[in-house]
């Protein structure tokens, strides 16, 4: 974002490899990095009056974004409109009242090394404005740093500082609790602290290291200095590390995105392999692999068959003659169906006609992003020769 901002605007794709890589780790952080991204273009709108091309990179980025993503949001948004699931009308947590701690207190708890507030945010936000100190003793004609970094170092310090104070219980949640109840815990944004606390901590280094009689020594001492946060780390993860088990049932919570009339108890104590509803039939062979599921049934009569699986859209039946099956939710909204006759059947999740184009749409979209890519960086090399 800084390059298309303030530096060099035809590396946009930067911005754009970043921010795909955010999102397809985690969608919360990607919001959470929209959230944070804002700010900075509306405030920089004079940067993009005074060059519109930054402008249509800008626009442009984000036309990647969506599209070399469709395969991803767009069946995501498919599966969530088409059922009831829990998280959907039942929360499992408020942003305004999960995990927020007094805004002083996470400095307290940073130094204790809480594990959602880690000590690294105290330790770099003193040693950053210990370092601004210093710097704003020296007269400024004396020193080489161009203003508009220093600018940008003093706006990312003061951006922590207010990320932090989002990231607190101080700020009124409860009035934006309507829109942005998604992120689910305000500490989403100390990660964005942590990284802008770097940038202009090392620009203030960048300072002092320019200007240092003795660059050796100085570089000496700024290592061990810094060097103590990860040997604090280290020390408290050897004293205070805890071990968890967890289970299967307990990811998001056990139930964010089950359908939501499923009964987990039940669930749990579900047959773990094809199990026969109604029929005179038998299961000769059984084989799960990944979501793929092979299963032999013999059959005198229209027998239905439940599946260890949770239904969603997407999932296909086939028989050894390649004719197509109609899945559909049963009891506790397992897969079921309906075996007519003695065969091999295999079940397995090959995504919806809106999974399949998107899927074709992003590739086509990552080959013009890759040639674009590559051209941008043969053609200047071209131009020198």
């Known amino acids: 974002m800084y390059e298309v901002i303030k530096g060099d605007f035809k590396k946009w794709y930067i911005l754009v490899i970043g921010f795909i890589g955010v999102f397809l780790s985690h969608v919360l952080s990607a919001v959470t990095v929209t959230l944070v991204l804002i700010p900075f273009v509306l405030f920089n709108y004079k940067a993009f009056l005074k060059n519109s091309k930054r402008f249509t990179r800008l626009i442009l980025s984000g036309i990647s974004i969506l599209m070399l993503t469709m395969y991803y949001w767009l069946p995501l948004l498919e599966q969530m409109s088409s059922y009831e699931y829990f998280g959907k009308n039942n929360p499992v947590f408020n942003i305004s009242t999960s995990g927020n701690y007094p805004f002083f207190e996470i400095f307290s708890m940073s130094l204790n090394n809480e594990i959602v507030i880690p000590y690294i945010l105290s330790a770099s936000l003193v040693i950053v404005i210990i370092s601004r100190i210093f710097i704003n003793k020296v007269k400024f004609d004396e020193i080489q740093l161009m203003e508009g970094e220093l600018a940008l170092a003093d706006m990312l310090t003061l951006t922590s500082i207010f990320l932090v104070f989002l990231s607190s219980s101080n700020f009124p949640w409860v009035v934006f609790e309507k829109y942005l109840n998604i992120l689910q815990f305000s500490h989403r944004f100390l990660p964005f602290v ?41 020390i408290s993860y050897k004293n205070n590390a805890t071990f968890f088990n967890l289970q299967t049932y307990d990811i998001g919570v056990g139930k964010e995105y089950l359908p939501i009339d499923t009964d987990i108890e039940i669930l749990k104590n579900s047959e773990k392999s094809p199990e026969i509803l109604s029929g005179d039939a038998q299961i000769k062979k059984y084989k799960k692999k990944g979501s793929e599921i092979v299963v032999s049934i013999s059959t005198n009569s229209d027998t239905v068959v439940q599946l260890p699986l949770i239904y969603y859209n997407g999932y296909s039946i086939r028989n050894e003659l390649s004719e197509k099956i109609l899945p559909i939710p049963g009891e506790n909204h397992l897969i079921t169906f309906k075996a007519k006759k003695s065969g091999i059947y295999t079940i397995k999740y090959t995504g919806t006609t809106i999974k399949r184009v998107t899927s074709i749409v992003s590739l086509i979209s990552l080959l013009f992003f890759i040639l674009f890519i590559v051209y941008s960086i043969f053609t200047p090399f071209r131009k020198k020769k």
Not at 213 to 234: C, D, E, G, Y
């Open 194 to 234: 942590i990284l802008f606390l770097s940038l202009s901590g090392g620009i203030y280094f960048y300072y002092y290291y320019s200007h240092s009689k003795n660059k050796f020594r100085f570089t000496i001492l700024a290592f061990i200095l810094l060097s103590l946060v990860p040997l604090n780390q280290l």
